[in-house]
T-cell receptor, first 115, second 113 residues
Framework: KAGVTQTPRYLIKTRGQQVTLSCSPISGHRSVSWYQQTPGQGLQFLFEYFSETQRNKGNFPGRFSGRQFSNSRSEMNVSTLELGDSALYLC??????????????FGPGTRLTVL | GENVEQHPSTLSVQEGDSAVIKCTYSDSASNYFPWYKQELGKRPQLIIDIRSNVGEKKDQRIAVTLNKTAKHFSLHITETQPEDSAVYFCAAAGYSSASKIIFGSGTRLSIRP
């Protein structure tokens, strides 16, 4: 099976702009989670989608949003970008109906730089 | 809210020695505890996990112990090798479909030759 893929791999934006990141899970996986990874904060949970519904949400402002399509592909959007949004954004897919109960398979990440 | 604390944040051990990383969690409903390894520039990958009905699990040089009463779990790596150098993340998750997985802040492990 092909692994989790994310596009684009690198992005450079300026403050105030918005960005959309894409994640394609492993075939058959219906759960997709998004994480923000920064050097000082580790892996911060953003949200999880299952069958096109947001099932869990972390403690991020409303500028961070996401969605999932019927083929389980997911997108996350960040509006009104701030310098502090510069990070590696990882998505992970899981086969479990209970979200994080089984192994999370991570994608390679999208490195976002906000200037 | 749910929280997972991980210590130490950095750890340096001599090649061949053992390394121990400890985590505590706050949500008593947690019952799945995975450990991920992230090498420099790569994605996190699961190395071992344990569920609450088990106190210890071992896979070759890696073992994880769980103390549900104290709400802490630990990763033990024996006979460390240079390729063990990486950042290790612990995590905790509940059982229900509404649960989410919470990661610790990571431990940077360096193996000295």
């Amino acid at each position: 099976k092909a692994g989790v893929t994310q596009t684009p791999r690198y992005l450079i934006k300026t403050r105030g702009q918005q960005v959309t990141l894409s994640c394609s899970p492993i075939s058959g996986h219906r759960s997709v989670s998004w994480y923000q990874q920064t050097p000082g904060q580790g892996l911060q949970f953003l949200f999880e989608y299952f069958s096109e519904t947001q099932r869990n949400k972390g403690n991020f402002p409303g500028r961070f949003s996401g969605r999932q399509f019927s083929n389980s592909r997911s997108e996350m959007n960040v509006s009104t970008l701030e310098l502090g949004d510069s990070a590696l954004y990882l998505c992970a897919s899981s086969s479990s109906l209970a979200g994080g109960l089984n192994e999370q398979f991570f994608g390679p990440g999208t490195r976002l730089t906000v200037l | 809210g749910e929280n997972v604390e991980q210590h130490p944040s950095t750890l340096s051990v001599q090649e061949g020695d053992s390394a121990v990383i400890k985590c505590t969690y706050s949500d008593s409903a947690s019952n799945y505890f995975p450990w991920y390894k992230q090498e420099l520039g790569k994605r996190p990958q699961l190395i071992i996990d344990i569920r609450s009905n088990v106190g210890e699990k071992k896979d070759q040089r890696i073992a994880v112990t769980l103390n549900k009463t104290a709400k802490h779990f630990s990763l033990h790596i024996t006979e460390t090798q240079p390729e063990d150098s990486a950042v290790y993340f612990c995590a905790a998750a509940g059982y229900s479909s509404a649960s989410k997985i919470i990661f610790g802040s990571g431990t940077r492990l360096s193996i000295r030759p």
